[in-house]
């Protein structure tokens, strides 16, 4: 369950409801479909992934339109985060318990995310912030 539109709920997944995003194209997408999310060799051995549906969004227009592909999007499942805590996200912790204000958006992962806590999911139309940028790349 969770890989049909409609099924992202908690209630259907022995992993939880989806908490983080990841944008990307076609080509990956499905090679994530088989393997799980992997890190990316070539950003420094880490996962990309967002709290903010429409940062992953945005993300995977803008990329679609670079790779002239579809672009895909996979909503991340919260129990990820009992296998492993994403790195940025225990820096927010540690700053909150000290009280300090900040972080961002952006969450990586520095292993493997399986399959299991993968969802796939349709990214909404590019933001009027990023239109600019998207058809520049057209």
Known sequence: ????????????????EVRYYHGTSKTP?????????QPNSSV????????D???ASDYAQVRGRNR??????????????????????GQVRRNEELGLTGGTNV????EVIPRE???PMEPAEISED????????A
């Not at 369950?1 to 939880?16: C, M, N, T, V, Y």
């Open 117 to 119: 806590f993968l969802v």
């Open 1 to 16: 369950l969770g890989e049909h539109k409609g099924f992202e709920d908690a209630a259907f997944s022995p992993h939880g």
């Open 53 to 55: 549906p429409a940062l």
């Open 68 to 89: 002239k592909e579809e672009p895909k999007m996979f909503g991340i499942r919260t129990g990820i985060r009992d296998q492993q805590l994403p790195e940025q996200e």
């Open 29 to 37: 997408a499905g090679h994530i479909m088989g393997q799980g999310l």
């Open 107 to 110: 969450r990586t992962f520095d």
């Open 44 to 51: 420094l051995e880490r996962v990309y992934t967002s709290k």
């Open 130 to 137: 990023l239109r600019p940028l998207w058809e520049e790349l």
